[in-house]
């Protein structure tokens, strides 16, 4: 599903900042994949490019078959809305849009009318429990809520991987392990996955953790999640 | 563009911040509101001025004799000499350029002394004789009658039309004075019909109201004058110059009167249609300064909004960037915002033009739309013509306000969205 080889991406600024120094990663279809590393480790330049929200400067990517390279921005963002899922850590909810009108938001993108769409983004918040919550503005719902009406959101285009970025970075453990297991069975349904962590208890979650160092990969391990406990671990 | 979903979209993000987006429109709002002011308090005083010379023919001139001041042909400079009834035909025929041509005789009256009777009652009035087409070139409206016609000049028919003055001060404005006797310096001439002027302010030798106007032909019998006449006024016809035309007319009369072809100061001439042009000019410079002030006010009432929607963008870096990495596209994120100030400017101007119009209708139901004397401002309303560029200008500065925050707006990327600050 997602081919990385050799991605080399340098910041210019004052001071050149070489990111990431050659990452080669594979993930295949369906794989729930998280991304491990301290502050400045290049974790979330990588996922960026992942996210095509940035390029790279050298290497080649590949998602779901196809070159991801100097893309135009029309192109990035058609790839976006249909390939991609977005989660990220601060749900990043249009504060004036109510939860049903969030969640059919990238389908207005598609051009889907007004009628589909709504039916569709309602069965995507049923699905999460959040059917009473439809016509609630984002300042109205819990951290957890929000994040399940984001999910619902990264869903909705049925894409054909969910980038999370610190999907629980700003919840509480209850609401973390809740997310964590709302995300799996997301996962289990067939959608490949890839979490960016700095929490060992989340990428415990996953079965294969990648860790980054220094811009480069240090690791890979394999992991069954169904052996942890995770309402240990997460803490 | 103008989806149910882009409004909605649209709506939302302009009712978000109330205050401030009805503070924003209001440069707009005020801008097209002072323009339509402008344009019609200009309007207002054209139409009052152009009321004040209703009714004369604009391109007409006027010629009368003066002393020669040239010796020629034996004769000495400083001679007189009259016009006659065989140079309107001469001119008729041999200059090409001139339309109607009305010889005129005019008795003034400056001394105040009681001059036309009726009964009793008499006053101090000029007098004028005319030709029928007189009234084609210096225009009124017959209020009683009919003018001077060609029978009553073939047979110098004792018969006069009256100023409106003349007739309201000696018969009375109640009654018809159709075939009553008047006697104007000591002559008796029967009432035929009663005129009145379009405007008393541009005429020939006298207010036309104030006038007891008979036909030349009497007037020439009346005071033995043979076929002698004081002045005459002539009109250009369409397609010539009319500064050709009276240097022809000129010509052919020096020719005939034995004048120096170089003796300027023997015809003494007004162009009508100089001084009418320099009206149209003093006009056009008061619309052009208008228009200059009333866009320059809505100009800066478009940098007041494309300013705020400059602030609005950059408070909106992270919904932008939420919106682009969601699948927007540059060019929708374009249309969105240009069409947020689209129908910013579009609803605040168009409040401004309809407020602006009513406000002018009241005021023109004020001070009247009905010409009467010494009118200087009149029916201070815009034209159909004038509302529709406005709502162009209206539209084209919607779109100008936004051209700079869309602008910045695609230049958001989407990964700005995603940084934690």
């Not at chain 1, 960026?48 to 390029?55: P, V």
């Not at chain 2, 009834?85 to 008795?107: F, L, Q």
């Not at chain 2, 149209?280 to 008061?286: A, H, K, N, P, S």
């Amino acid at each position: 599903m997602i081919k990385l080889e050799n991605i080399n991406k340098t910041y210019f600024g004052a001071q050149p900042l070489h990111v990431l120094k050659g990452i080669n990663l594979e993930v295949g279809d369906g794989e729930l994949v998280s991304i491990m590393g301290a502050s400045g480790s290049g974790k979330s330049t990588l996922l960026n490019i992942l996210g095509i929200l940035d390029n790279y400067d050298e290497g080649d990517y590949y998602l779901a078959g196809k070159l991801v390279k100097n893309l135009s921005e029309n192109q990035a963002a058609e790839f976006r809305n249909k390939l991609i899922g977005f989660i990220f850590q601060s749900f990043n909810l249009i504060p004036f849009k109510t939860a049903l009108e969030n969640v059919a938001l990238p389908l207005f993108y598609q051009g889907v009318n007004r009628k589909k769409r709504n039916t569709m983004a309602m069965e995507y918040l049923e699905r999460f429990g959040l059917k009473d919550w439809a016509d609630h503005y984002p300042n109205e719902l819990s951290g957890g809520q929000k994040q399940r009406v984001s999910i619902a959101r990264a869903l909705v285009t049925s894409p054909k991987i969910i980038l999370a970025d610190e999907p629980t970075g700003a919840l509480d453990s209850k609401t973390s392990a809740e997310v964590m297991q709302i995300l799996r069975d997301v996962n289990a349904s067939g959608i490949t996955m890839v979490i960016v962590t700095h929490e060992r208890g989340i990428a415990n979650l996953t079965k294969k953790i990648v860790y980054l160092k220094d811009g480069v990969i240090e690791s890979i391990s394999e992991n069954d999640p169904d052996k942890m406990d995770f309402t240990k671990e997460i803490k | 563009m103008f989806d149910i979903d882009s409004i909605t979209e649209i709506w939302q993000t302009i009712a978000r911040n109330k205050t401030r987006s009805i503070l924003t429109a209001f440069g707009v709002f005020w801008g097209i509101f002072i323009l339509v002011i402008l344009l019609a308090c200009g309007n207002g005083f054209d139409n009052g001025l152009r009321s004040n010379i209703e009714g004369f023919s604009t391109n007409s001139t006027f010629m009368i004799p003066s002393f020669t001041t040239e010796p020629y042909k034996g004769y000495q400079k400083g001679r007189d000499w009259s016009l006659n009834m065989s140079d309107m035909e001469a001119i008729k025929r041999k200059v090409k350029g001139v339309d109607m041509i009305s010889p005129i005789s005019s008795i003034y009256s400056y001394n105040g002394e009681k001059n036309v009777f009726y009964g009793t009652k008499g006053g101090n009035f000029s007098m004028k004789g005319v030709m029928p087409n007189y009234n084609e070139i210096d225009r009124g409206k017959i209020v009683y009658g009919r003018f001077i016609n060609e029978t009553d000049i073939a047979e110098s028919r004792k018969v006069c039309v009256l100023g409106k003055k003349v007739y309201e001060d000696l018969i009375g404005a109640d009654k018809n004075p159709l075939g009553m006797m008047i006697k104007a310096n000591g002559i008796y001439y029967q009432v035929i019909g009663v005129i009145q002027a379009y405007n008393d302010h541009v005429n020939i030798s006298g207010a036309t109201s104030e006038t007891v106007i008979l036909p030349l032909t009497t007037m020439q019998l009346a005071y033995h004058t043979g076929d002698k006449f004081d002045f005459f006024m002539f009109t250009t016809a369409r397609g010539h110059n009319t500064k050709d035309i009276q240097d022809e007319v000129k010509a052919l009369l020096r020719e005939r009167h034995d004048i120096a072809p170089t003796d300027e100061g023997a015809i003494w001439c007004f162009d009508f249609e100089e001084m009418f042009n320099m009206f149209e000019y003093l006009f056009l410079g008061i619309k052009i300064l208008i228009w200059i002030v009333g866009i320059g006010t809505l100009l800066s009432g478009v940098v007041g909004v494309s300013n705020i929607m400059l602030v609005t963008i950059k408070e909106r870096t992270r919904e932008i960037g939420v919106r682009r990495a969601l699948g927007a596209k540059p060019s929708l994120i374009i249309r969105q915002v240009m069409a947020e100030s689209l129908l910013l400017t579009v609803l605040a101007g168009i409040v401004g033009l309809v407020i602006g119009v009513a406000i002018m209708a009241v005021v023109a139901g004020v001070v009247g739309n009905t010409p009467s004397e010494d009118v200087m401002f009149l029916n201070p309303q815009i034209g159909f013509g004038a509302a529709i560029v406005a709502t162009v200008i209206i539209v084209l500065s919607g779109l100008l306000a936004g051209v700079l925050p869309a602008m910045r707006a695609i230049q958001i990327k989407a990964i700005d969205a995603i940084r934690e600050e």
